[in-house]
DNA sequence: TGCGATTAAATCGTGCGCAATATATATTGC
DNA sequence: GCAATATATATTGCGCACGATTTAATCGCA
């Protein structure tokens, strides 16, 4: 007489759900990331796009989104926001006029020079080892595969 | 002659960035949550609000912001929101009338009997050995907490 | 060749997340 | 007592994030 009533339907705990835990240290890398990137005068996912950017250029919006998992309704707003700052372009390609073609301006690419400051700079806030970091990451992948693959399905 | 040009001005890969591995496990939670959750007619914060409120009922705006780690302007219409779908009663203090007193109705307490099935749910798509969610879970706090201390000196 | 299906991006509406500011209440110092 | 200060919440504005829809271009195929 133990099934029915108690033992499964105990709200679960905030601190105990593993969704809490990404939820809240995801808000807290976006404010960790504000001073440094506001030198840049760029967001926290602005950031992040740009840092897609840097290693491959030249791609359709659909890849970034495909890389970052945005889609255009994100990315559209975001990246007119970054060409007004003159730090990439938004062509049409000609062999095909559906695709729109992202294309860092020199600006864009030269401010990659900064990058590495401001990863140094949250690096020392994470407070955690290089291998901490390292399987902490890995984990995290895993994870959003998962995630992903579970909701595919779906 | 290493030091100034090369090396240190490498552009980081995003798939080796733990905050993108946060940020982009964060987004796949709140994926998979969204179907589990219109049964409930939660959005996914919203869902974390009331786990808060089921282990602690009756609390001011602001102790939901700090276990939550949230301002009022973002709890201040979540609040009012799930106020108007009747989980909860938002009224000001007697005692000091500057505070706002969060409780759950009937139907907001009786809406936790749900929340294992969701939490059920999510447990299969995180595909991930209760050891390894618990040291997951474990070191994010941590991590948190580091860029949360980080953040309070600068 | 023509025309429905598919694909790529843009648009629209809603709900966070948060900085900056405003408002109202409470406390403190004199 | 009452002005100065502190505290608690609300409001405003901006930028994501994304579902749903729309627009436009290309593809498939009879």
Redesign the interface.
């Known amino acids: 007489m133990t099934e029915p009533s108690a033992g499964?339907?105990?709200?679960?705990?905030?601190?105990?759900?593993?969704?809490?835990?990404?939820?809240?240290?995801?808000?807290?890398?976006t404010?960790?990331?504000r001073?440094p990137l506001e030198a840049m005068g760029l967001t926290?996912p602005q950031y992040?796009v740009m840092?897609?950017l840097?290693?491959e250029d030249g791609v359709m919006v659909s890849r970034l989104g495909d890389?970052?998992?945005?889609d255009s309704g994100t990315l559209t707003p975001l990246l007119k926001r970054l060409e007004a700052m003159g730090l990439l372009e938004r062509r049409r390609a000609q062999e095909d006029e559906r695709r729109v073609i992202i294309s860092l301006t020199p600006e864009g690419r030269a401010l990659?020079?900064k990058?590495?400051d401001v990863?140094?700079c949250?690096g020392?806030?994470?407070?955690?080892s290089p291998g901490?970091?390292t399987d902490?990451?890995g984990?995290?992948?895993?994870?959003?595969s998962?995630?992903?693959?579970?909701?595919r399905k779906?």
């Open positions: 499964a339907c105990v709200p679960p705990e905030l601190d105990e759900l593993l969704c809490f835990a990404v939820y809240s240290a995801g808000l807290a890398f404010r960790a990331y001073a926290y992040l840092v897609a840097w290693s890389r970052l998992s945005l990659g020079d990058a590495a990863t140094r949250i020392n806030a994470i407070g955690l901490e970091i902490l990451t984990t995290l992948q895993r994870l959003r998962h995630l992903d693959a579970a909701g779906a």
